[in-house]
């Protein structure tokens, strides 16, 4: 909370029970108090203060943040900070914040972090079925079963692999859409047919595009872009 405290309406609307103009109302009609006191329109709110709206103790929801960070190589998904390269450090958020499902630490590109906990769950679940889309580089040239075996599926973790998307885009590289995460599932790929992956970067989780962003650099997502995280 800011050190000059909030707005007694703002404190009563980002608890989630109505909008400024509503608790305006309500404090007008004398049903607000903080600590015991009858509020009036300019009373601020400060850390410790206990608000109440017609008896009832209100408390502002989390403000929530989402954000899309271009992970480096050697950057771990981990917010275990006894790992010298966790990515929370490295991204040095002011707020407690996770990233949602992880990317390998020899894999680069968008991983998206945040401090809502309920929309993590609900897009790990692997039913869900979202998708993330890659691009590839391996260390030989692409024969022409590649595409169609990478499709059907193939044997990683005792399980065969959901159909995916494969374009060849190269010699030696190709893009891949996949539904579900796997630990290191499109390595394991690769090396059921006699590849080896050395790059492999995320460019797209679900309707977030990684597009320019900077390697290291992250930013926080827009508003038609939350809404369409949570409307999945």
Request: net charge positive; with cysteine; hydrophobic share 35%.
């Amino acid at each position: 909370m800011e050190e000059s405290g909030i707005r007694i309406n703002k404190y009563i609307a980002s608890s989630g029970i109505c909008s400024r103009r509503e608790a305006d109302s309500l404090v007008e009609r004398g049903v607000v108090s903080v600590n015991g006191n009858t509020a009036e329109a300019g009373t601020r709110v400060f850390d410790g203060d206990v608000v109440e709206v017609e008896g009832k103790v209100i408390t502002p929801k989390e403000e929530h943040f989402y954000i899309a960070l271009n992970k480096p190589l050697g950057i771990t998904c981990t917010t275990d900070t006894r790992d010298e390269d966790n990515i929370i450090d490295f991204i040095g958020f002011k707020e407690r914040i996770f990233p949602i499902g992880r990317l390998d630490k020899n894999s680069s590109g968008l991983i998206l972090l945040t401090n809502d906990g309920d929309i993590v769950n609900k897009l790990l679940r692997a039913e869900n079925g979202h998708e993330k889309e890659y691009v590839v580089r391996v260390d030989k040239k692409i024969d022409n079963t590649f595409k169609s075996k990478m499709e059907n599926g193939l044997p990683v973790d005792g399980q065969i692999t959901l159909p995916c998307t494969v374009d060849i885009t190269g010699p030696h590289t190709f893009k891949i859409i996949l539904k579900q995460g796997l630990n290191r599932q499109i390595r394991k790929m690769c090396e059921q047919l006699g590849y080896r992956v050395v790059k492999l970067k995320r460019i797209r989780f679900m309707n977030i595009i990684l597009g320019d962003l900077k390697v290291g650099a992250h930013r926080f997502l827009t508003k038609d872009e939350i809404r369409k995280l949570k409307a999945d």
